[in-house]
């Protein structure tokens, strides 16, 4: 069984993506409604929280196995809880997604994360130690 998985924060990136995934998927763009990003108090990645009236862009995977869904359950651990929600594509197809909804909501730190931002080379020796590049 597949399924398409929303990402909004590190795993957007290719270079994050492709060492928790074992698999090689499609994607395009998407928007997430009625949710937002914000930054986690002292960490490079987001989380991200139901909000009524704003709205997260992302990339959606298409079509990810199974086996590397539990892997990105890993990777993402204890602080996240994989949900089902509905996105809309930039190829204008609405599609049913997996997402990670950010648990401690007190550790938001109010203020959005840009993925313009994002640190990726301190991203990826901090939390990638054990992710190898492929």
């Known amino acids: ?4 998985v929303f990402t909004y924060g590190s795993l957007m990136f290719a270079e994050v993506w492709t060492r928790v995934v074992e698999g090689r998927y499609r994607s395009v763009d998407g928007v ?15 989380g991200m929280i139901h909000a009524a009236g704003a709205s997260v862009k992302g990339v959606v995977y298409l079509d990810v196995d199974a086996a590397d869904v539990e892997r990105l359950d890993r990777f993402e651990g204890d602080d996240y809880r994989r ?13 049913s997604c997996s997402t990670y909804i950010y648990l401690p909501s007190d550790r938001l730190a109010g203020t959005p994360w840009e993925p ?13 130690r054990d992710w190898p590049a492929r």
Request: hydrophobic share 40%; proline share 4%; with cysteine.
């Open 116 to 128: 313009t931002a994002f640190a990726m080379e301190r991203f990826l020796t901090t939390y990638c």
């Open 32 to 46: 997430l409604h009625d949710h937002a990003r914000f930054a986690v108090v002292a960490q490079d990645y987001p």
């Open 83 to 95: 949900d089902v929600v509905s996105v809309v594509c930039s190829d204008d197809v609405p599609r």
């Open 1 to 4: 069984m597949t399924s398409h």
